[in-house]
C-alpha cells in the first residue's frame, strides 16, 4: 500500500484547507485510514480516522467539530477538511493506513505511512 498525501499550505487563523491522502494497492473494507499530526518538537499525535467502508469515524478532541474526515472509495482517496484552523494546529500531517482506533484513540500503530504534508496557521 502506499499513500501520498497533498493539500498542506499556509493560511490563516480561522481559515480551512483541505488535505486529501491518494492511496494505492489492494485496501480491505474493514481497514481504518486516518490522519496524524506532528508539530515541532512534540510527538506524533492522533488526528482523525475512518473505515475504509466510510463507516465509523473518530477523532481527537482537539479537532471535534473542527475537521471532517471522509473516503471516496471511487478515487480511493482519504480526505481530512479542516475548518477554523488554529495556530495550533500548525503541523507535518501524515495519512497512516490499518491501525485499530476506538473512541480513546489508536490502538495500535498504523503498518503505513504516507509522506507528511506541512500546514502552517499564522495567527
Known amino acids: 500500500v502506499q499513500l501520498q498525501a497533498s493539500g498542506g499550505g499556509v493560511v490563516q487563523a480561522g481559515d480551512s484547507l483541505r488535505l486529501s491522502c491518494a492511496a494505492s494497492g489492494r485496501i480491505f473494507s474493514h481497514w481504518n485510514m486516518g490522519w496524524f499530526r506532528q508539530a515541532p518538537g512534540k510527538g506524533r499525535e492522533f488526528v482523525a480516522a475512518?473505515?475504509?467502508?466510510?463507516?465509523?469515524?473518530y477523532y481527537a478532541d482537539s479537532v471535534k467539530g473542527r475537521f471532517t474526515i471522509s473516503v471516496d472509495n471511487a478515487k480511493n482517496t482519504v480526505s481530512l477538511q479542516m475548518n477554523s484552523l488554529k495556530a495550533e494546529d500548525t503541523a507535518i500531517y501524515y495519512c497512516?493506513?490499518?491501525?485499530?482506533?476506538?473512541?480513546?484513540?489508536?490502538?495500535?500503530?498504523?503498518?503505513?505511512w504516507g509522506q507528511g504534508t506541512q500546514v502552517t496557521v499564522s495567527s
Open positions: 475512518i473505515r475504509w467502508s466510510g463507516e465509523l469515524t
Open positions: 497512516a493506513a490499518t491501525f485499530s482506533v476506538t473512541e480513546g484513540g489508536p490502538t495500535t500503530n498504523p503498518n503505513w
